[in-house]
């Protein structure tokens, strides 16, 4: 009788997300190079763990797996834009998505990190990172919700009247 392996299959990824914009107060930002993809430069990006996960924690959660940045609350704090992005997923990505699933919610976010912290990746998610001019890092992103994201910063940032 042949000997049967199962495997655990992944779970589905959800389709819902953050975006994390880095800058600095000179309005750098920090773009990192997918590993799986070459040329292909982002903000952190990351799906949420679980339904029920709140987006807070997704944010806090991925800034640290991409970029070793932690946020504290304090010192290195996350701002929440209110602001999602509902995009669709490049078919070169659905089938990590249940079938049928041809769309994501992303939720916007950024932090204010001094230039000099150190950035440490996650080997199997990006090669390398570049202290970019927000124009250029926007110029420089893949994703359209990640370039425009990264084009409001200054308004973001700019105190509301």
Same mark, same amino acid.
């Given at each position: 009788?042949?000997?049967?392996?199962?495997?655990?299959?992944?779970? =589905?990824?959800?389709?819902?997300?953050?975006?994390?914009?880095? +800058?600095?107060?000179?309005?750098?930002?920090?773009?990192?190079?997918?590993?799986?993809?070459?040329?292909?430069?982002?903000?952190?990006? @990351?799906?949420?763990?679980?339904?029920?996960?709140?987006?807070?924690?997704?944010?806090?959660?991925?800034?640290?797996?991409?970029?070793?940045?932690?946020?504290? @609350?304090?010192?290195?704090?996350?701002?929440?834009?209110?602001?999602?992005?509902?995009?669709? $997923?490049?078919?070169?990505?659905? =089938?990590?998505?249940?079938? @049928?699933?041809?769309?994501?919610?992303?939720?916007?976010?950024?932090?204010?990190?001094?230039?000099?912290?150190? $950035?440490?990746?996650?080997?199997?998610? =990006?090669?390398?990172?570049?202290?970019?001019? +927000?124009?250029?890092?926007?110029?420089?992103?893949?994703?359209?919700?990640?370039?425009?994201?990264?084009?409001?910063?200054?308004?973001?940032?700019?105190?509301?009247?």
């Amino acid at each position: 009788m042949p000997a049967f392996v199962f495997k655990a299959s992944m779970p =589905h990824k959800i389709p819902e997300s953050v975006l994390v914009v880095i +800058y600095t107060p000179a309005l750098e930002v920090l773009l990192i190079e997918r590993a799986d993809r070459p040329e292909f430069w982002q903000s952190v990006t @990351g799906s949420l763990d679980a339904p029920d996960e709140p987006l807070l924690h997704t944010a806090t959660r991925e800034l640290f797996e991409e970029t070793g940045i932690q946020a504290d @609350g304090e010192r290195i704090c996350l701002l929440d834009w209110q602001m999602a992005n509902i995009y669709e $997923i490049y078919p070169v990505w659905r =089938h990590r998505y249940a079938p @049928g699933v041809t769309h994501n919610t992303e939720h916007v976010f950024s932090v204010c990190v001094p230039r000099d912290i150190p $950035i440490v990746l996650s080997p199997r998610e =990006h090669t390398r990172f570049a202290w970019l001019p +927000y124009l250029e890092a926007a110029d420089r992103c893949f994703s359209s919700s990640n370039a425009e994201a990264i084009l409001q910063l200054p308004r973001q940032l700019a105190p509301s009247a």
